[in-house]
């Protein structure tokens, strides 16, 4: 158990699609090991940053300051001249661009940790996507604020965007709305809230009854996450199978 603590930050940096194919992938807390990975790619950032600059100065102005001193001669340089030749170095090094990039992308991790969603790093991203169209294989595309077809920029806004719509919106009760369309029947569940690991085409155990998860969407608030679901006639409980007990009595609306 405390090994997949240990193993969890390390394979949250993985693209969802590599996650999904671990035998153990549902027993690992993503949602811990997602924050700690990012919080730890984002102090590494910072620290490598904050080395990068004092090497800069300490060895590639001091030879520049050498040389033009051995060329030129006696000349008085301030340290503000000195400061501003080694921000030059630094702002122009292409490795200085590429901790800048870990940060921000360490940043926005946690960020989306918070919104339930496990963000992989990007050049893994870009390496699966690569892997996937040589191998030409498809996408599987359900609707979900954690899972989609776009890039890994796209999942980091659409992250951003859960989680500034869920701290302006206080948590209220489900809304359940059920109908029947051609003999079937449908449950749409109105949450004010993301939840946790609800990605189509999952099953979904609710009381004796079970659904496959179809849809999910944003609309307005109060309850801006809606999940539409469609009975099946008959289902396994097992851990794969989502179990949705709300915690607050949910309001039923449109019997």
Not at 37 to 45: C, W
Not at 62 to 71: C, G, V
Request: charged share 20%.
């Amino acid at each position: 158990m405390w090994s997949l603590y240990i193993l969890g930050p390390f394979l949250s940096l993985l693209p969802r699609r590599w996650r999904k194919l671990l035998p153990f992938h549902d027993a690992v807390p993503w949602h811990f090991s997602s924050i700690v990975s990012g919080l730890a790619e984002f102090s590494l950032a910072v620290l490598g940053l904050v080395f990068w600059y004092s090497y800069s100065i300490t060895t590639w102005v001091s030879r520049l300051m050498d040389n033009a001193l051995r060329k030129a001669g006696p000349v008085e340089i301030t340290d503000h001249e000195v400061g501003f030749a080694a921000l030059l170095v630094v702002a122009t090094h292409p490795l200085t661009w590429v901790l800048a990039y870990f940060t921000v992308e360490g940043m926005a991790r946690v960020c989306a940790s918070f919104t339930d969603t496990v963000l992989g790093t990007l050049p893994l991203y870009l390496l699966e996507r690569i892997y996937a169209k040589i191998r030409g294989i498809k996408d599987s595309q359900p609707l979900g604020a954690s899972d989609s077809g776009q890039s890994n920029f796209s999942s980091y806004v659409s992250a951003l965007q859960d989680k500034i719509l869920t701290a302006r919106t206080p948590v209220s009760p489900d809304e359940l709305c059920r109908s029947i369309v051609s003999a079937e029947e449908f449950l749409e569940i109105r949450s004010s809230h993301p939840k946790e690991d609800w990605e189509p085409p999952r099953t979904v155990r609710f009381g004796d009854r079970y659904y496959r998860l179809e849809e999910c969407s944003r609309h307005s608030a109060p309850r801006s996450f809606v999940y539409k679901l469609r009975r099946v006639s008959a289902g396994v409980p097992g851990r794969t199978v989502l179990v949705y007990q709300p915690d607050q009595e949910p309001v039923v609306a449109n019997q």
